[in-house]
């Protein structure tokens, strides 16, 4: 297998957790929407993305979306995987430690619950939106990227950064 995963966490499994995923267009092309001042216009495409990020939760029972963003050229998702208490209601992040003296995960992340429900929220995207005619093109570059978030201080700065994404545009790398 290549080395393009290695940059995941070798002592978790992606299960269960709280995650800051990052997903962008493909080519990063401003497929998405545009942003004029401070405010977000959503294309067709942009619109699909935001329904079928609110979707997420239906689909899959332990999962909690705490927040989102979609963007010109990518979107941001918060989500907790888990038997865990609403991170909103409780504080609980889910905070994960890498194991003292416990071996490596093996498969790093291919088949994970994180990837799993990435993989399903983008085919679902893809496949609605030939269906629809709105996007001939592929929709997204074929990786993404996800933060496992630890503690209260850096779910606090994720959150603000989400919320504050459209405002901030003109000095996003992703610009």
């Known amino acids: 297998m290549s080395d393009r995963h290695q940059f995941r966490a070798k002592w978790h499994d ?6 800051f995923i990052t997903i962008c267009a493909h080519e990063k ?6 942003i ?4 977000f216009f959503a294309s067709e ?5 935001e329904e079928n990020i609110r979707n997420i939760p239906l689909y899959y029972e332990d999962v ?11 979107l941001h998702i918060v ?3 888990g038997d865990q208490d609403s991170v909103e209601e409780h504080g609980n992040i889910g905070c994960l430690k ?14 994970s619950r994180l990837a799993t429900i990435i993989g399903a929220f983008k085919a679902g995207v893809t496949r609605e939106a030939r269906t629809r005619r709105i996007a001939s093109l592929p929709c997204w570059q074929s990786r993404y990227h996800e933060h496992i ?3 209260r201080p850096a779910y606090d700065k994720i959150m603000n950064y989400v919320d504050c994404n459209v405002e901030n545009w003109g000095s996003d790398c992703f610009a």
């Not at 495409?45 to 993305?49: F, M, N, P």
């Open 149 to 151: 978030i630890r503690n």
């Open 64 to 74: 909690n979306l705490l927040n989102h963003v979609v963007m010109p050229n990518h």
């Open 36 to 39: 004029v001042g401070t405010r």
């Open 45 to 49: 495409l942009g619109k699909l993305i």
């Open 14 to 19: 992606y299960g269960e957790g709280t995650y």
């Open 79 to 81: 989500l907790s995987i």
């Open 29 to 34: 092309r401003h497929t998405f929407g545009r």
């Open 98 to 111: 890498p194991p003292m003296h416990e071996e490596e995960c093996g498969d790093y992340h291919h088949n």
